[in-house]
């Protein structure tokens, strides 16, 4: 499964780019906001650091205007990939734009059924949200397993980019079921990473060491 950051802060990426796990970035609108700069000069910057599939929003809420900025996001780089929300002008745009070429995330999928119109639209990813879907009281993974199924059953190409991870369950309950992607903000990234045993266990591993190293060391100057 790949794993994508979610995440339009360059240092943040920069460092986890190195330790060489990371496949590709997402963004928002929300999360471009937060960073100083010209927001087309960042998606660059990201695409030049991680090498993989950038995606960057459009603001427009029609047709022409999704199309239009759909078009220039897709200039800035061969890596950028042009997200358009689940509307149906998103939708038109997704078909539009992907038969010419231009790779489409479409965003804000909250159903089974948009997903399904989002593949036959040629959307090369849909990121169903499910961590503001458990916020409203619904199990997000269980629509990542109902795309699954919907995608499988058709051969559909389009790839599930999950996405509003929160936690570890959600990233492991999405490879479980099969889905392409994961994409995480740097804080769920860290807590993938981390196990109470696995500290526990470096601690007793490095004093025990420290151990032998001083008895070695005495050995070495009686000899
Ligand atoms: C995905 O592309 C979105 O940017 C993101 O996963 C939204 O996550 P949130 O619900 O934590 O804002």
Known sequence: MKLFIDSGNIKDIEALVAIGIIDGVTTNPTLLAKEPG???????????????????????????????????????????????????????ACKTLSDEGIRVNVTLCFSAAQALLAAKAGATYISPFVGRLDDVGTNGMELIREIVQIYNNYDFTTEILVASARNPIHVIEAAKMGADIAT????????????????????????????????????????
């Open 184 to 223: 995480c903000p740097p804080a769920v990234i860290d807590m993938l990473f981390n196990h109470p045993l696995t500290t526990i266990g470096l601690e007793k591993f490095l004093k025990d060491w420290e151990k032998t190293q001083a008895v070695h060391g005495v050995d070495a100057v009686k000899a």
């Open 38 to 92: 010209d927001y087309r000069q960042n998606l660059k910057k990201i695409c030049d650091i991680v090498k993989g599939p950038v995606s960057g929003e459009v603001t427009a809420v029609d047709v022409a205007g999704m199309l239009r900025e759909g078009r220039e996001i897709a200039k800035i780089d061969q890596h950028m990939i042009v997200k358009v929300p689940l509307t149906r002008a998103g939708i038109q």
